[in-house]
Nanobody
Framework: QVQLVQSGGGSVPAGGSLRLSCVAS?????????MAWFRQAPGKEREGIVS???????YYNDSVKGRFAISQDNAKNTVYLQMNSLKPEDTAMYYC????????????????????????WGQGTQVTVSS
């Protein structure tokens, strides 16, 4: 079992920055697990935006590449999503997700990591970007 607790988010004007955090805990929490950030805007499907595996292998959705950055602090069992140059279209509920390393390695670092069926999910945090 892995519990994911998110923090961060909020409201910013376009061009602003925010940082989201996702703390993992539980018996199956591991720095080698696959982690990812997803978002879902009202009326739209959930979208995978970035993944990380074992703290090193990453994959970014083109919609956020160059603006968002994922990082991992193994000592704190925490994954961060630094979001810069935010746009109104980034407005959404953001979720972190995790999957045990022994199940997800086949998709790590690939586009499939953004559509993978992750086992564990955070509670979600709202990001609102005003124009």
């Amino acid at each position: 079992q892995v519990q994911l607790v998110q923090s961060g988010g909020g409201s910013v004007p376009a061009g602003g920055s925010l940082r989201l955090s996702c703390v993992a805990s539980g018996k199956s929490a591991s720095s080698s697990n696959c982690m990812a950030w997803f978002r879902q805007a009202p009326g739209k499907e959930r979208e995978g935006i970035v993944s990380i595996h074992a703290g090193t292998s990453t994959y970014y959705n083109d919609s956020v590449k160059g603006r968002f950055a994922i990082s991992q602090d193994n000592a704190k069992n925490t994954v961060y999503l630094q979001m810069n140059s935010l746009k109104p279209e980034d407005t959404a509920m953001y979720y972190c997700a995790a999957d045990p390393y022994y199940e997800c390695t086949s998709v790590a670092g690939t586009p499939s990591a953004l559509t993978y069926d992750y086992k564990y999910w955070g509670q979600g945090t709202q990001v609102t970007v005003s124009s």
